[in-house]
């Protein structure tokens, strides 16, 4: 088994095994079992395992999912609604 992503979540982590599952890739995640005992103190990342011979298609699978990429900031929802009648994305009233 070779490590094709190291994800800092375990939602992270269940993305990409769907997402491979879905290419008709094999996958083994090493470190799931172990967040649920630790809870929310870090432990490390959660790795998704693939055999070697998936590897290379994994990999391009992992990469079509942009799972780096940041999500867009409060300002850049300003600068799109500037009478600012619209909340940024994720706001929940108290």
């Known amino acids: 088994m070779k490590v ?5 979540h375990l939602i992270d982590a269940h993305l990409v095994r769907h997402a491979l ?8 995640m090493k470190g799931e079992a172990l967040l649920g005992g630790l809870g929310e103190l870090p432990f490390g990342p959660v790795q998704v395992c693939v055999p070697e011979a998936a590897w290379p298609e994994a990999r391009e699978v992992v990469d079509a999912l942009s799972l780096g990429e940041p999500p867009p900031s409060a300002a850049d929802s ?6 600012g009648a619209m909340p940024p994305p994720g706001w929940l009233p108290a």
């Open 4 to 8: 094709v992503y190291e994800a800092a």
């Open 21 to 28: 599952e879905a290419a008709g890739i094999p996958v083994f």
């Open 78 to 83: 300003v600068e799109s609604d500037p009478i």
